[in-house]
């Protein structure tokens, strides 16, 4: 059976999720992260990596543990809320509720944080993203939004490492996956991350994804200015505008519909779609949206103890107006996110079945959770996955690294 050795292997076998935690992993300058089109963001390796796998112990795209103990489907969760920005424009510039960026307002006009390690759009080559480091509400708002598109905000931590005061990070929680890894063995990162945020995640759509979204609107690559997958409402439009002042817009649905089918392979394997990684997590509360015109409302998951500290902080506060919920609504409001996780341990097991190397999530209960499919959904989860697997001839190296694909 062919084996995970080294993190070469990860990207090969189509397993690396993009993080960039190799790259800050490696003090060696050995490692630098390619965009490549029809996948995402990339490891290459540019030095002798032979007899190193510190980037391999750190990679989410290989093992992602949960500590603690046994957890409900949600993950572990101290307390879950639901709510939004108490500002107007943060809640209407958000994806949902805007809680992630008001929370990120409270830590830096109170919280004593210097700055927050985030994604946003790359001014050079818009339906790129690029990690940035916001540091007033003028750059917290402009970067709100959630963005469709490969994003690998890890490969900023050293302005985290350095930076005098604490710093907040918010990733996919892929990403934050790397950052619990990443901090085990690195006091400075430790001691410098304020606040560690994520948010809900169906997989991450390759570029290609957004370029063939723009194409369909009727705009060359070179002509992009801005692309803005939801925001301004909830959910909000996929927009493009282009350098002559035109635009076009499609709806949420229509266009998630369509970027879903450029997501990678391995995102069907997560099932850690809900952030249990992060201090807090936050998604959309799809279970109380009644239809367009609607202000956003997220779901708001609290993770740790810190988490629970900042959060009531910033409700005192009033950057955030939130109302108790529960684990039913959470598992009402994101379904598509609690059936994926249902799934991955059939998923799983027919990897192994083909000997092809396969993701490991201590923790997660993930037998549990397929033993609650019915029989023939768990037969469908191996079965489907074996079809798709024989499709992609997913027994030889690349064979998984095209997108999703069915
Ligand atoms: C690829 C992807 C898939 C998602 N799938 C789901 C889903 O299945 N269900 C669900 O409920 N929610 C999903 N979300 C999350 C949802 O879109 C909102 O981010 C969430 O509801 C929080 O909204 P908010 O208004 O609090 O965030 P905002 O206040 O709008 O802040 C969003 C923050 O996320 C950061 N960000 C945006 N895009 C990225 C990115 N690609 N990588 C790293 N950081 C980023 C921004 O920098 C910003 O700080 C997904 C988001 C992404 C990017």
Not at 28 to 47: D, M, N, S, W
Not at 212 to 217: D, E, H, M
Request: proline share 5%; charged share 20%; aromatic share 6%.
């Amino acid at each position: 059976m062919a084996r995970i050795e080294t993190i070469g292997d990860v990207v090969d076998w189509g397993l690396c999720v993009g993080c960039g935690g190799c790259f800050h992993a490696c003090d060696r300058q050995a490692v630098e992260l390619v965009h490549i089109p029809q996948t995402g963001i990339r490891p290459r390796f540019t030095g002798d990596c032979e007899n190193c796998t510190r980037c391999l112990d750190i990679c989410p795209g290989h093992r992602i543990e949960l500590n603690g103990s046994a957890t409900g489907e949600a993950g572990p969760v101290l307390e879950i809320w639901q709510g939004h920005a108490s500002d107007p424009e943060v809640r209407y510039k958000g994806s949902s509720g805007g809680v992630l960026s008001a929370l990120s307002l409270y830590c830096l006009e109170q919280g004593g944080m210097g700055q927050v390690l985030h994604s946003a759009m790359d001014p050079t080559e818009p339906w790129k993203n690029r990690t940035v480091a916001s540091r007033s509400r003028t750059e917290i708002l402009a970067r709100s939004g959630s963005r469709y598109a490969p994003s690998s905000p890890c490969d900023g931590l050293r302005t985290v490492e350095e930076s005098a005061a604490p710093s907040v990070f918010i990733g996919k929680p892929c990403d934050t996956a790397a950052v619990a890894m990443l901090r085990r063995d690195n006091p400075d990162l430790d001691r410098k991350l304020g606040l560690v945020l994520s948010f809900f995640c169906a997989g991450t759509p390759s570029t290609d994804g957004t370029l063939t979204l723009a194409g369909a609107l009727g705009f060359e690559t070179q002509k992009i200015r801005e692309v803005r997958y939801r925001g301004e409402g909830w959910p909000g439009d996929f927009k493009i505008l282009a350098g002559d002042g035109s635009s076009a817009s499609l709806s949420y649905m229509d266009s998630w519909s369509r970027l879903t089918k450029y997501r990678p392979f391995r995102c069907n394997l997560c099932p850690d779609g809900l952030g249990a990684t992060a201090d807090i997590s936050c998604g959309d509360a799809w279970h109380a949206y009644e239809g367009g015109g609607q202000a956003g409302t997220s779901l708001v998951l609290v993770r740790t103890e810190l988490g629970r500290v900042v959060l009531r902080k910033a409700m005192e506060a009033g950057y955030v107006t939130l109302a108790p919920s529960s684990e039913g609504a959470v598992l009402r409001a994101q379904a598509g996110l609690v059936d994926r996780k249902r799934n991955v341990f059939g998923r799983l097991l027919a990897m192994r079945m083909m000997a092809i190397p396969a993701p490991r999530f201590p923790g997660f209960g993930l037998f549990r959770c397929w033993a609650q499919l019915s029989l023939a959904r768990r037969a469908r989860s191996v079965v489907g996955t074996l079809r798709r697997l024989v499709r992609r001839r997913a027994w030889k190296k690349n064979g998984l690294l095209e997108p999703n694909a069915g």
